[in-house]
């Protein structure tokens, strides 16, 4: 006899373009997979034959890869993967601009993304010390202490009496790291975060668009299946006039 959540599954898996996180299918040789970071994606059997039969043509991880252990289902080890669609990216960037810095307050748990800030002196000297690892760019440049500062003095929101500057030259303990952390990305990503109310969320938002907008692009692109955040299709879909499949838990 069937459990509940057997029932559940397979009542999913066999409805038609089932895809809380969001699809995009831009081509038979072009797709993105909205992914809820370190959760794996609940897709319906016909989503996963057309993302597995797109991914022929190429597979693309966002950032160091942090979502292909909850892909491996799908798609395999890292080994099959094309590489880093930030990788490339980069190309057509110069320098190490400070707004991909919000990456460190906008993907892993806070206590996951702490270890890279924590070190015997100040949150600052730890996070220049932890160069592209704060970073959607890890092949750029390391961003300099300057481009640091100015990303914090950036963020910061004087009427809310919250300078990150001031907040970075704590000692850079496990716990003042995490509560950095979290206090930067509860600015950066309020419950209205779609509105960009704050300086921090416009700060990200402007690395965003440059990406999506990159990655909306129809020509120039590399083809394949795209895994990423799923919040990222809102303005792919925008930027390239794509339809989103599903998407309803889109945060």
């Known amino acids: ?5 057997e029932f559940i599954r ?6 038609k373009n089932y895809a809380p996180q969001g699809v995009i299918i831009c081509s038979d040789k072009r797709a993105f997979l909205g992914m809820d970071h370190g959760k794996k994606p609940k897709l319906s059997d016909d989503l996963i034959a057309k993302l597995k039969d797109i ?3 190429g597979l693309w991880y966002e950032g160091d890869g942090g979502d292909i252990p909850y892909t491996e289902h799908l798609f395999g080890p890292k080994r099959n993967y094309s ?7 980069l190309k057509s960037i110069k320098g190490h601009p400070p707004e991909f810095i919000s990456a460190l307050f906008s993907n892993d748990p806070p206590e996951k993304m702490a270890k890279h ?8 000297e730890a996070m220049y010390a ?3 690892q704060i970073s959607s760019l890890k092949k750029a440049p390391r961003p300099t202490k300057e481009t640091i500062k ?25 716990e003042n790291a995490e509560n950095f952390i979290k206090t930067v990305a ?17 700060v990200a938002k402007k690395a965003n668009d440059n990406r999506d907008k990159w990655l909306a692009s129809k020509s120039g692109r590399p083809n394949g299946v795209y895994v990423i955040g799923a919040g990222h299709l809102i303005s792919i879909s925008k930027f390239g006039g794509y339809k989103i499949i599903g998407g309803e838990l889109i945060k």
């Open 10 to 15: 397979e009542n999913i898996m066999s409805q």
């Open 150 to 174: 100015d990303f914090l003095k950036s963020i910061s929101n004087p009427s809310r009496g919250l300078n990150f500057l001031e907040m970075a030259d704590e000692k850079a303990t496990m």
């Open 117 to 124: 800030i924590v070190g015997n002196g100040t949150i600052l």
């Open 83 to 89: 590489g880093g669609f930030d990788d490339i990216l």
């Open 130 to 132: 932890a160069g592209n």
């Open 55 to 57: 991914s022929k043509h």
């Open 1 to 5: 006899m069937k459990t509940y959540n």
């Open 186 to 202: 509860k600015e950066m990503w309020p419950s209205n975060w779609e509105s960009y109310p704050n300086p921090a969320g416009k």
